[in-house]
């Protein structure tokens, strides 16, 4: 439970919150050195801003606030780094996944599932899915963290990726059949 | 008429896998949706990749590591920490 009276503690910063926030950032990022980047400029940036907490919210809440800008941030800087994205034919890319006119290619159509019923099956299927995200290709697995992770909407992940809403869309597309069909086939 | 309404009215597959990521935003116009609602209706696959989608974005929400951060680490951050503390507290 959070306390009720919420002081920002700096000094039990680290003790408190630095594996919580580790194992929270380490999936979005991808990457050890970068988490641990992360994290070390969240506890600065919010040492900075410490006089404006006004303990509204719990210390925790307010840490990772600032860790998911820091996020959002990091994704921000990558996309200026690669430059102008160009898309494969739209037209092509799901060839794997539908036949000419658009019905599911049967080894690809979506096949029943068992609903995990208790927490370990539901912890497995949280393992699994953060494998297939790990082999989405990168931007599609940009687009998925950000839209299923992160929870932006499209537009902010236009903006966040620099992408076109038309890029998004197919992207989003790809990234979706590619993770039920990985997850279907990593839970057999 | 199951075949005029497969041709000419409805969505298939790789259309309505597409449009619903837009749909879950409330971007299709009034038409779409309703072509969409109509594919689902009646496509048993379409209907299991949107209920098979809908789970794994909520397990995705969930997603955490296991790993611990190494303790040689966590000093490391507590040193910052403390360095950029005081130094803070000088500048006043």
Partial sequence: MDNHINKAEPNKWVERYSELMYQYVLPRVNDNDIAQELIQETFLSALKAINGYRGIASEKNWLFSILKNKIIDYYRKKALQRGIVTMPD????????????????EEK??????????????????????????????LQQQVFTLRYMEELDSDEICKVLSITPSNYWVLIHRARLQMRSCVEKKMV | MKKFIMKYLMLNCKDATFLMSK??????????????????SIC?????????????????????????????????????????????????
């Avoid at chain 1, 159509?109 to 995990?116: G, I, L, M, R, T």
């Avoid at chain 2, 935003?25 to 109509?38: A, F, H, V």
């Avoid at chain 2, 403390?82 to 006043?92: A, Q």
Wanted: proline share 3%; glycine share 6%; net charge neutral.
């Fill in chain 1, 109 to 138: 159509a979506p096949k029943n599932w068992q609903v995990p019923e208790n927490i370990i099956e539901r912890k497995e299927i949280q393992r699994i899915i953060n494998w297939c995200k790990d082999h989405l290709k990168n």
């Fill in chain 2, 23 to 40: 749909r879950d935003e409330g971007k299709l116009s009034m038409i779409d949706r309703m072509r969409l609602s109509l594919h689902i």
């Fill in chain 2, 44 to 92: 048993h696959l379409c209907r299991k990749f949107e209920k098979q989608i809908t789970e794994i974005g909520l397990g995705t929400k969930n997603v955490h590591s296991d790993f611990q951060l190494p303790v040689d680490v966590k000093s490391k951050l507590k040193k910052v920490l403390d360095e950029m503390g005081n130094s803070l507290v000088e500048n006043f």
């Fill in chain 1, 90 to 105: 739209l037209q092509e890319y799901d060839n794997e996944w539908f036949d000419t006119g658009g019905q599911w290619v």
